[in-house]
C-alpha cells in the first residue's frame, strides 16, 4: 500500500463550511414559535415572579425552577410534536376528543388565566413609562395601538422577527447576574436542596414562579404557532429543537433574575414592595441608571407578551369553535379572532387605568392563577399526546410520561397546600 492509500481521504474544508452553515440557516428558518414563546414567558409577570422570589428568599427557590426547567422542557416539546404530527392547535383536539363540554371548561381556563396576564402585561407597560416619568394614561393607549396594529397590517414572520429581535435586552439580566457577584456556593446550594416553608408567603412565591415559567396561554399558543407557520412531522427534529431553546431561554433568563435580585436586594435587605424598588437589583450593571435599563427590559418584555397573550387566546378560542384564525389572514377573513385579540388588548389597557391600582400586585398574582389552573391543561395534554390513532409513532416515551404526570400531581398537591395553609394561618392555626 502506498503512503497516499495509507492516509484516510481529506474533505474539502469548504465543503465542510458550507455543510454547516446551511444546517444553521436551515435551523433559523425553521426557528420561531419555540423561541417566542420561550422568550415572552419572561414576560411582565415573569420579571415580577422571579425579582420577588430571589428578594425575598434569596437563592433558595432556585431548586423549584430547576424542577420547572425540566417540567417545561417536557411540556413544550409535547405540544410542539402534537402540532407538527396532526396539524392542528391544541383547543381543535380537545375539542375533537373530549367535545364541546370539556373544551369550555378547557377554554374558561385559558380565558381567567390570559385574562389576569394580559392585565398584568399593561400593567408593566404602565410602571416601565413611569420609570421613565411618562404618564400611563398616555402609553397605555399608545401601546395598545401599536401592539394591535402590528399583528392586524403584518405577517407572522414580521411579526416574529420583531418579536424575537427586541428581546435581545434581556442579556442585561445575565451580565448583572455577574457584576452582582453572587456566592456561587449558595447558588449551587440552592439549585440543589430542596428548601420548603410552610407559611403562605412562601408558597404564594413558588407556586407563582411555576405558574409564570409553566403557562396555560404557552401550551396553546406554542401548537398553535408551529401548525399556523406550516410545520409539518417532516420538521420534527426543527420543531423540537425550537421549544427545547425557547425553554432554555426561559429558564437561563429566569435564573439570572432571581440571582440578581437575590445577591442585591436580599443579601443587603432592601425592600421589593414596588417595581422602583426592584429595579435597584440591577443597580452592579447601570448605577444609577438602574432604573432605566429596568424599566426598558420591563416594556420590551411587556409589549411582547401583550402581543403573544392576546394571540394565544383568539387562536384556542378560534380553534376550539372552528373559526377562522390567522395573524397571516386580512382581518375581514378572520373577524372573530380578530376582535377576540383586539378585545383582550382593550380589557388589559382599560383594567391599568384604574385610578390607584398596585402594579407590583397586578404583576404577580396572575402566576398564581396560572399554576392553579394549569393541571386541567396538562391532562388533556397528556391524554391527547399518548394517543395511538392521534400521534402514532410520536406518542410520549416513559419518561415524558413520568415528568407530565408528576408535573400535574405535583401542581395539584401544591395548589392542596397552599389552600389548606391559607386557611390554617388564617384562623390562627399555624402561625405566619
Known amino acids: 500500500m502506498t503512503e497516499a492509500e495509507a492516509k484516510p481521504p481529506v474533505r474539502p474544508r469548504f465543503a465542510l463550511q458550507v455543510s454547516a452553515w446551511h444546517r444553521l440557516a436551515l435551523l433559523f428558518a425553521i426557528l420561531g414559535p419555540g423561541a417566542i414563546t420561550g422568550v415572552a414567558d419572561d414576560d411582565s409577570t415573569g420579571i415580577a415572579g422571579y425579582s420577588i422570589a430571589g428578594a425575598q428568599y434569596g437563592y433558595d427557590l432556585l431548586w423549584a425552577l430547576v424542577i420547572a426547567m425540566v417540567a417545561l422542557l417536557v411540556c413544550q416539546e409535547m405540544v410542539a410534536r402534537m402540532g407538527a404530527v396532526t396539524g392542528k392547535g391544541l383547543a381543535d383536539l380537545i375539542r375533537e376528543r373530549f367535545g364541546v363540554k370539556i373544551t369550555l371548561v378547557a377554554m374558561i381556563a385559558l380565558l381567567v388565566a390570559n385574562a389576569a396576564t394580559t392585565v398584568a402585561e399593561f400593567a408593566g407597560i404602565a410602571a416601565a413609562s413611569e420609570l421613565f416619568g411618562i404618564s400611563r394614561y398616555l402609553t397605555i393607549p399608545i401601546a395598545a395601538i401599536v401592539v394591535f396594529s402590528m399583528v ?124 422602583t424598588d426592584v429595579a435597584q437589583s440591577l443597580r452592579p450593571l447601570a448605577g444609577d441608571f438602574a432604573e432605566k435599563l429596568f424599566a426598558i427590559g420591563l416594556l420590551n418584555a411587556s409589549l411582547m407578551a401583550s402581543a403573544v397573550l392576546p394571540l394565544s387566546t383568539a387562536y384556542a378560542v378560534c380553534e376550539a369553535f372552528g373559526w377562522e384564525r390567522s395573524v397571516s389572514r386580512p382581518v375581514r377573513e378572520a373577524p372573530t379572532f380578530f376582535a377576540l385579540f383586539g378585545g383582550l388588548i382593550a380589557l388589559g389597557a382599560l383594567a391599568v387605568l384604574v385610578p390607584g391600582v398596585p402594579l407590583l400586585i397586578l404583576l404577580f398574582l396572575p402566576n398564581v392563577v396560572g399554576a392553579i389552573l394549569l393541571p386541567i391543561i396538562l391532562v388533556l395534554t397528556l391524554l391527547l399526546v399518548n394517543e395511538k390513532r392521534l400521534m402514532g409513532e410520536h406518542v410520549n416515551g416513559r419518561a415524558r410520561n413520568v415528568v407530565g404526570w408528576a408535573t400535574t400531581i405535583g401542581l395539584m398537591v401544591l395548589t392542596a397546600l397552599f389552600v389548606i395553609t391559607a386557611v390554617l394561618q388564617s384562623t390562627g392555626v399555624i402561625s405566619v
Open 152 to 275: 392586524v397590517w403584518g405577517t407572522y414572520r414580521k411579526v416574529e422577527l420583531v418579536l424575537l429581535t427586541v428581546s435581545l435586552v434581556f442579556v442585561s439580566y445575565v451580565i448583572t447576574g455577574f457584576k452582582a457577584s453572587p456566592d456561587w456556593a449558595q447558588v449551587a446550594r440552592g439549585a440543589a436542596i430542596p428548601s420548603v416553608h410552610l407559611n403562605i408567603g412562601y408558597l404564594t412565591v413558588l407556586i407563582g414562579l411555576i405558574g409564570t415559567t409553566i403557562t396555560p396561554w404557552g401550551q396553546f399558543y406554542l401548537q398553535s404557532a408551529v401548525v399556523d407557520k406550516g410545520l409539518g412531522e417532516r420538521d420534527l427534529k426543527h420543531a423540537r429543537t425550537d421549544a427545547y431553546i425557547g425553554s432554555f431561554i426561559t429558564t437561563f433568563i429566569a435564573f439570572f433574575i432571581i440571582i440578581t435580585t437575590a445577591a442585591t436586594l436580599y443579601v443587603n435587605k432592601l425592600p421589593a414592595d414596588t417595581v
